[in-house]
């Protein structure tokens, strides 16, 4: 119905898109590379976009049908609040019911969404133009006074957000239209855009307290949803993207065990199985009418070594476990070739801001054991807690298992998933850490790496970094940004308690009917949104 | 009068059990570490956000006043709402519950009748091979892990064969309909509770065969199967009643496993969510519920053997 | 004409835990006659009811008919199918249970039990059959015969379980009725009624029947010929009055041997001047909460009694009585409600634990069932020990000497002492039970009918080591039985009890030669003699009295024997405590009626003792 | 009854059965003790044979999912699975059978008390109650021998109340109380002796349930700490290796089925297999 009013700056026209577009009218794969590598995007990224969307291009989306989805979580702390979201189930459903002022692209670059266009003085003050014509599943249209409620509810604390330090910042948030929204910001921060694309963001009705059932703006229209049980999701036929979504119906529910996910998908039952471990992508590429759809990432499990605890503050310690741990194994073994290997830094090479000119540690027990005799701690049990039923636990395993060559006597302790997080992670000296992918290089360094920050992992204190970070953040020169990120990949590859030794692939496993699924790296099933890009083929 | 008095005095232990069971559930859970907040906030659970949310939830109040404004809750007939998505407990449990009930009531109709039968005719036939076979497939199958048999089933019948469904639902249109999603998981429900019952079956039958009425009512010239149907079986009804219930009780809240490889919606997966998330109002509530259920299955045991038993019965 | 039934050469063996086959009975062979009785005598072990269950074609479990043949109305019985043998047993040949308790189905009613044979085989409608089956109650003396069956066996007494099952053997109109041991277990007021039911039964329908018993004298009542058997081989065969008159293997004559009455032991003079050993008064007890002095259940009813050191007091009575209560009461294992007790003159305190250790010492329980008062997790040495060490604190050397000892005492072999109680035969059972209490070097045993589950030879066996013991250690016995010979052959005292209510006391040839109260008189007459004809002998008016059941009076101060006393005196005995008398003979005696009248009312019925006096001439001719 | 009475041999013959339970039970029970020291390698090492490789030579039982040594695996896994099991069904029945001797003995108020207690405690799922435990108070050994041994202490302990009232009411027990012996005296010398036998009959069903216990628990990624694993987890954790039937997953499962079959033999063979706890 907009189609012919905003061609422009519908997403179709910007990234993957666009590539197909140019790809149409003839251009070559190598231009188009060279062309993507140039806006900023690091080489092996840019390949892989044109590749998907070569891909892609064969293909022609089809309408009508309907799939059921397995994701990894099920209880009753299911949500449809974007507020209280918890994990990857909320998010892959919350997409499908709502939609966010920006959406990151492949390269999580953010692109316009509910807000049709941005601009921001000095990233400190930004506006927001919302589209016109876009209305909620209930009928009412979407104005600012709903953009300002989904955005400032976050900083109320009996909201319970899940992104409330990320709202804070927001120091202002006012309606300057009936379809503008500006937002001040307390300090500088070129990436607003990229944050307001994350799934907390989402955007839902002015006033919502009653989230028994979604009414958003999304490619789909909540009929059902059972905490812990199920929901299922009809094709909204005034979506404003015209002609999405595909399918006329997703039924999502969760399968926490991964077999009888995987089981659950090759008797036909559902049609995805999200969240794949390695182990079983074997299987599935074994059976014929089956897929597995793999999203470099740039998530990470990652030894913790405290700085204000013994026996991780001391340094020698920290460098001989950097050296204990057998990259190519953990890949190989653990994570069965799904995984690249990393560098004891977050930043992952499909990241713009990934840092290729730091020279790789590589597994050295000669290395580890001359900075374990020197550390003191050889022979003596030295605990890491880990989680159960996890790779973080065969993580572990690997390194006790390497650690027992050089006299390093690892005492791994295994902690029941339940309560891991609040009562285990960080809390004591030695701990395995899992990152999911964020959306942006300063959203992980600020959560993960700042001094201040309730996550800095390792209680590591560097104020060249915390200064970097702040300069980085409000700078809007990418090749300067650039820069700066790569010094502070160097520090914490050489300075800080944390040990990451690969940055593992997102699977999921998907029936071949199943088309149109393009990786985005913030996650599993293009980064959560497959909903209104998927069809099925009859 | 002598069985209503008796079941008057049974609901009344009935009930102090719960009021027990609840107390013990509230100080184990108030000990854990946690509490229903972080859950909520996850890995954004910084201490002032904790905070507002507590007080948003009331979890601010002393231990003992929660407790028993939850009581008094109860005993107006509100369980309460949960803490974790707002929901009122009865909407959470409710469907949950007719779910687990609808399974075990068919796990119970398959497994029960298959486990007197192979009771009776072990011990008609005991000490013959038959009897050990019996003894020894109903040992092994309760020996082997339930997820491990919960998986080879679902590969071989429905991944294999595609003749079951991998995924349980409630939903039942027609016979075969019921057949494909639910056999796999009532069998393996099934193979989990039937040894004991079976072998308790045996054990209560072998007792009666040996008295001296069974010998007499032989030496009347009874028949076999009359003899263990009309004779043997009314006097052995106790304890096998008794096994039984015990059995049929695990079938609400013992069967997470069987729920989560089926992903079948039912009560055990939600307590087990609820003590994960430490929403204690849906621990507390299913808590009473299984507790319920356990007392009223023993209290139908002993009716049972009170029916059977005319001693009991008539004075 | 063929006999109804022939056994020849039969052999049932048995299989032990090695899986070795032994004989339990072998090389037996016999007839019976249509319209015949034949009974199968013997001690436990002799294989009668073994014999008496392969005619059924039955064998117990582990058992096995091996050899034989057995033939009833023609058919062979071996060589039956299965469908046959059920056809056979129930039909043509039934079977009347020990233990009639036992033997009914306890959650059927009992009509349906006893008219599941008809029905089963189609041979009646439903109320035709119980048309008959209320006959048969009436013709077997039943009470309420058109509503008994509608009740559960727990409802209805011993005695008439025994005749409902005796009604269910004789609804199919059977060849042959098996009777196996069938009055054993009951009193002996109710035997006698039961035999009665029986024997008329049998004799209107001239049914042939196999009558299994240990008891001679029971046997002498109501068989034709009698099989005399031993360790499963037939000592004798021959008739009853032949059997009783001049038998001629030396088994049987034993057997007759241990019916002779005891010589009685000389009474121990009533010194009024030496304190008794034990001196009760009042005594009053029962069950269930205490209430205004009374237990809820109450079991005693104000018993008085008095036991000189070295003196043995037998106690008698039905089951129910209260005999094996009031030993406990004694013993402190249930506290008195009311009344006094004197240990030595002085105070007994009614609860164990107020008891000092010497107290406890002095009296010692020796209880009914040798099986179920031995642990049977301690072997014999080791309950022997143990009052050794609690009570004289010996030293193990000196421990295992005095077991030695005491095992001697009471006849054991020493090789006994590394047993487990279950692999001791009953009679051992009781010996070392015996021991124990020994082992304490108690003043007092009180003995709860020790006898009552031996077989007769063992029994008088064990009394016959009762009479050393007292005479050698000087020991006072309290001997509670339900039977007077035993009583008779112990006591120098007897006390009749009656629903906790003492009815006579007195010397034992007192008591026993000319019992005066009417329910001490209806017991006495109630014990089955070895003469023939016996049975028939018995006045209709004790025979009412055996008859009729115990029911409570008003109140607990009358005469508990109201209900059943043909000498009852309306207006009296209904109304006041009877009063306590001493009678001219020496007894003690609770009863309204007054010496003369009582004398003058038993002659009318003819006295038990002059009955006693043929019996001896048939024993000396025995021995 | 006068006959038929069996002649009782005063040393009974070991039927075949119980001879293979004792075997199968004595060969774990020496794999539990020795199985460590007779591993070809360490729990935890990894071998170069990749995962879920089958059974050869080199690795008799094939390898796991991280390409370890099975057969080393199952033989340090032995310890913790009979070992753990044994103790907490030990402790379980220990605990069940003192609290009913108690509670069948006293009578009153702390039967009362005790009875509800166990009640209650029956009625909570013991994976409900396990996660709770965990989660106060961690995975260590000790836990777990403890939250395993206190979720079957109520069964342990109705049955022993039952047996002990049943005991209580002999005339032995009478004897013993007549002779002034005190209660102590009589719980321990009179009454246990004659109910070791059903108790341990009871002991050997429930440690198959520990046994199960502990590989549920190992479902819900809660059990023993690694590199260590009970056999119950090893399947768990190979589970994946179903759709290639490796040996990883098949082995344990089967070392789990012959030990629980080895103790229900022996357990049914020493009872007679007709004198079970009916209650």
């Known amino acids: 119905m907009t189609t012919k009013r905003y061609p422009a700056i519908l997403p179709e026209f910007s990234d993957t898109a666009l590539i197909e577009t140019a790809l149409r009218r003839g251009a070559s794969r190598r231009q188009l590379i060279r062309w993507l590598s140039s806006a900023g995007m690091a080489t092996a990224m840019a390949s892989t976009i044109v590749a998907s969307a070569s891909r892609a291009l064969a293909q022609t989306p089809q309408r009508g049908g309907r799939i059921r989805v397995a994701s990894q979580t099920s209880s009753t702390a299911d949500t449809v609040d974007p507020a209280k979201q918890n994990n990857q189930t909320d998010y892959t459903r919350c997409f499908t019911f709502y939609n966010g002022l920006t959406r990151l692209d492949q390269s999580l670059t953010p692109q316009p969404e509910l807000a049709e266009s941005f601009a921001n003085e000095r990233a400190t003050v930004w506006t927001f133009k919302i589209r016109q014509g876009v209305k909620f599943h209930d009928g009412s249209p979407l104005t600012a006074v709903d953009v300002v409620y989904s955005l400032a509810r976050h900083k109320d604390p009996k909201t319970g957000s899940a992104a409330r330090a990320l709202a804070l910042p927001m120091e202002e948030i006012t309606a300057t239209g009936t379809h503008e929204v500006r937002i001040a910001l307390a300090s500088p921060n070129a990436d607003l855009p990229v944050v307001l694309g994350t799934p907390h963001f989402l955007i839902i009705k002015d006033g919502t307290t009653d989230f028994s059932k979604a009414v958003g703006t999304g490619p789909y229209r909540c009929q059902e949803f059972m905490p812990g049980v199920k929901s299922i999701a009809v094709r909204n036929p005034d979506y404003w993207k015209s002609g999405r979504p595909y399918l006329d119906e997703i039924e999502l529910i969760g399968i926490p065990d991964e077999t009888a996910r995987l089981n659950a998908l090759l008797s036909g039952d559902v049609h995805v199985a999200a969240s794949i471990s390695p182990r079983l992508a074997r299987r599935v590429q074994t059976a014929s009418g089956y897929a597995v759809f793999e999203t470099k990432a740039g998530g990470y499990n990652d030894v913790v070594m405290r700085k204000d605890a013994d026996p991780s503050r001391n340094p020698d310690l920290v460098l001989a476990l950097k050296h204990l741990q057998d990259r190519e194994q953990m890949r190989s073994a653990v994570f069965q070739g799904y995984a690249v290997v990393a560098n004891d830094q977050p930043i992952d090479p499909t990241n713009r801001f990934f840092f290729p000119g730091l020279a790789q540690r590589p597994f050295d027990p000669e290395k580890a054991r001359f900075h374990l005799q020197r550390s003191g701690f050889a022979n003596t049990p030295i605990p890491i807690h880990t989680m159960a039923s996890s790779t973080m636990l065969d993580q572990a395993v690997l390194l006790q298992q390497a650690g027992q060559g050089i006299g390093m006597n690892i005492d791994v302790k295994r902690m029941p998933a339940d309560g891991y997080w609040s009562n285990v992670w960080m809390k004591f000296p030695l701990t395995f850490g899992s990152i999911n992918p964020r959306p942006s290089a300063d959203v992980l360094f600020t959560l993960f790496f700042k001094s201040d920050s309730n996550w800095n992992e390792s209680a590591w204190r560097s104020e060249r970094f915390d200064q970097l970070l702040v300069t980085a953040r409000a700078e809007t020169d990418d090749a300067r940004r650039r820069q700066m990120y790569g010094e502070m990949q160097t520090l914490v590859h050489n300075e800080c308690g944390i040990g990451i030794p690969v940055f593992f692939s997102i699977l999921d496993a998907h029936t071949t009917k199943l088309k149109g699924l393009r990786a985005i790296p913030t996650g599993g099933l293009m980064g959560y949104s497959y909903s209104e890009n998927v069809w099925l083929e009859s | ?315 | 004409m063929t006999p109804l039934v022939e056994v020849s050469g039969l052999r049932v063996t048995a299989t032990n835990d090695r899986g070795a086959e032994t004989d339990i009975v072998r090389d037996i062979g016999f007839t019976v006659a249509r319209g015949e009785v034949l009974a199968l005598i013997g001690e436990s072990g002799s294989g009668k009811t073994t014999i008496a269950l392969s005619l059924l074609g039955y064998a117990r479990r582990g058992c096995r008919i091996a050899d034989g043949g057995i033939r009833v109305g023609g058919a062979d019985v071996r060589a039956l199918a299965p469908a046959e043998l059920a056809r056979l047993r129930g039909g043509q040949v039934a079977y009347v249970a020990q233990s009639a308790a036992a033997a009914f189905n306890p959650s059927q009613r009992l009509m349906d039990q006893v008219i599941e044979g008809v029905r089963m085989r189609g041979l009646m409608s439903r109320a035709n059959a119980e048309a008959k089956a209320r006959d048969l109650f009436r013709a077997l003396a039943l009470p309420e015969p058109d509503r008994i069956g509608a009740r559960f066996p727990h409802q209805v007494s011993g005695g008439q379980l025994q005749r409902l099952m005796a009604a269910m053997a004789l609804m199919t109109d059977p060849d042959l009725v098996v009777f196996d041991e069938p009055t054993t277990a009951l009193d002996v007021t109710t035997q006698v009624e039961v035999l009665r039911a029986f024997r008329e039964a049998v004799r209107e329908r001239k049914t042939t029947a196999i009558y299994v018993s240990h008891d001679l004298a029971v046997v002498a009542q109501v068989a034709d010929r009698i099989v005399v058997l031993r360790d499963g081989a037939i000592q004798e065969i021959g008739a009853t009055a032949q059997i009783l008159s001049g038998p001629a293997d030396p088994y049987t004559q034993s057997l007759l041997a241990a019916h002779a009455p005891k010589p009685q032991p000389p009474a121990a003079p009533r010194d009024v001047a030496v304190a008794p050993l034990l001196e009760v008064r009042g005594l009053v007890a029962g069950y269930g909460a205490t209430w205004q002095g009374r237990p809820a259940a109450p079991v005693l009813h104000d018993v008085d009694l008095e036991i000189r050191a070295g003196s043995a007091l037998g106690v008698i009575g039905e089951s129910g009585s209260g005999k094996s209560t009031l030993a406990r009461v004694i013993a402190g294992l249930l506290p008195a409600t009311s009344g006094m007790m004197r240990l030595d003159g002085e105070r007994l305190a009614p609860a164990l634990a107020s008891r000092g250790r010497e107290e406890l010492r002095r009296i010692q329980i020796v209880f009914q069932a040798a099986d179920t008062a031995l642990n049977p997790a301690h072997s014999v040495e080791r309950i022997l020990s143990r009052p050794l060490a609690f009570y004289h604190g010996l030293s193990r050397s000196e421990q295992r000497r005095r077991v030695r000892r005491l095992l001697d005492l009471v006849r054991l072999p020493a090789s006994l002492l590394d047993r487990l109680p279950t692999e001791l035969s009953g009679g051992q059972k009781t010996r070392v039970n015996l021991a124990r209490a020994l082992a304490a070097e108690p003043a007092l045993l009180l003995c709860d009918e020790v006898t009552a589950s031996l077989d007769t030879v063992v029994g008088a066996a064990i009394l016959d080591l009762l009479a050393e013991l007292r005479s050698e250690l000087g020991l006072a016995l309290m001997f509670i039985s339900h039977d007077l010979k035993t009583v008779r052959a112990v006591c120098d005292e007897v006390m009749v009890l009656y629903a906790g209510q003492v009815m006579e006391r007195g010397t034992g040839q007192a008591v026993m030669q000319a019992p005066q109260h009417p329910y001490a008189d209806l017991l006495a007459a109630s014990v089955p003699e070895l003469r023939p004809g016996w049975l028939d002998s018995i006045d209709e008016t004790r025979l009412a009295e055996a008859r009729s059941r115990f029911s409570f009076p008003g109140s607990p101060d009358l005469c508990a024997f109201i209900s059943r006393c043909a000498a009852r005196a309306p207006g009296l005995c209904d109304a006041a405590p009877p009063p306590i008398r001493r009678f001219a003979k020496g007894s003690d005696i609770r009863c309204h009626r007054t010496e003369q009248e009582l004398v003058a009312l038993q002659s009318k019925h003819g006295s038990v003792s002059a009955a006693i006096l043929p019996l001896k001439r048939v024993v000396k001719r025995a021995l | 009854m006068s006959a038929a009475a069996p002649i009782t041999a005063p040393r009974r013959r070991i039927p075949a059965a119980v001879q293979i339970g004792i075997a199968l039970v004595l060969f774990w029970a020496t794999l539990a003790a020795f199985g460590p020291y007779l591993a070809p390698y360490s729990a935890g090492y990894v071998v170069n044979a990749g995962p879920f490789a089958p059974m050869s030579t080199a690795y008799p039982l094939g390898t796991d999912y991280l390409g370890r040594d099975m057969l080393s695996r199952i033989l340090h896994g032995a310890r913790y699975t009979v070992g753990v099991a044994l103790l907490a069904t030990v402790l379980a029945c220990l605990a069940g059978t003192t609290l009913g001797l108690l509670a069948a003995v006293r009578r009153g108020w702390i039967d009362a008390l005790i009875s509800r207690a166990a009640d209650a405690l029956i009625s909570i799922p013991h994976l409900m109650f396990a996660l709770v435990v965990v989660a106060a108070f961690g995975t260590s050994l000790p836990v777990l021998v403890l939250m395993a041994a206190v979720s079957y202490v109520p069964g342990s302990f109705r049955i022993s109340r039952a047996l002990a009232l049943d005991i209580n009411a002999m005339d032995f027990i009478q004897v013993a109380r007549a002779r002034g012996e005190g209660t102590a005296y009589i719980l321990r010398e009179e009454i246990l002796p004659n109910m070791l036998f059903p108790v341990m009959t009871d002991l050997g069903l429930r440690f198959v349930f520990v046994v199960l216990l502990l590989s549920g628990l190992s479902f819900l990624g809660l059990g023993i700490q690694p590199p260590n694993a009970d056999w119950g987890a090893l399947v768990r954790e190979n589970i994946v290796g179903i759709y290639e039937a490796a040996p990883a997953v098949v082995v344990p499962a089967v070392a789990i089925a012959i030990l629980t079959i080895g103790i229900t033999l022996l357990i049914d063979g020493l009872s007679g297999s007709n004198h079970e706890i009916v209650r």
């Open chain 2, 1 to 315: 009068m002598l069985m209503l008095g008796m079941i008057l005095r049974r609901v009344c232990g009935g009930l102090l059990t719960l009021l027990v069971v609840s107390v013990v559930v509230f100080v184990g859970a108030s000990i854990l570490p946690g509490d229903a907040t972080e859950a909520i906030l996850g890995q954004s659970a910084s201490p002032e956000a904790v905070a507002g949310l507590r007080q948003a939830l009331g979890l601010d109040l002393p231990a003992p006043e929660r407790y028993l404004r939850w009581l008094a809750g109860l005993l107006t007939g509100d369980p309460g709402i949960s803490l974790i998505n707002r929901m009122p407990i009865g909407q959470l449990i409710g469907p949950r519950l007719t779910n687990s009930l609808f399974l075990a009531a068919l796990t119970a109709a398959v497994a029960v009748p298959l486990a007197l039968l192979l009771g009776v005719t072990s011990a008609i036939w005991r000490g013959t091979a038959y009897d050990r076979v019996t003894n020894i497939t109903a040992v092994s199958l309760v020996s082997v892990p339930e997820f491990l048999l919960a998986t080879i089933g679902v590969i071989l019948f429905a991944v294999q064969l595609r003749w079951a469904s991998a995924m349980a639902t409630p939903v039942v249109d027609s016979l075969g309909g019921a057949l494909r999603t639910l056999a796999l998981p009532v069998l393996t429900l099934s193979f989990g509770i039937m040894a004991q019952m079976v072998r308790m079956t045996r054990a209560a039958l072998l007792g009666v065969l040996d008295s001296s009425y069974i010998e007499m009512a032989r030496l009347k010239g009874v028949r076999p199967a009359r003899l263990v149907l009309r004779h043997a079986l009314p006097n052995a009804a106790g304890p096998i009643a008794n096994a039984v219930a015990l059995n049929l009780s695990s079938l609400l809240g013992g069967v997470i496993i069987v729920e989560v490889i089926f992903s079948y919606p039912g009560l055990a997966k939600l307590a087990v969510d609820a003590v994960e998330t430490r929403d204690m109002p849906l621990v507390q509530a299913c808590a009473m519920i299984f507790c319920a259920a356990f007392m009223i299955l023993v209290l139908a045991a002993d009716l049972c053997s009170i029916l059977s038993n005319p001693r009991l019965r008539v004075r």
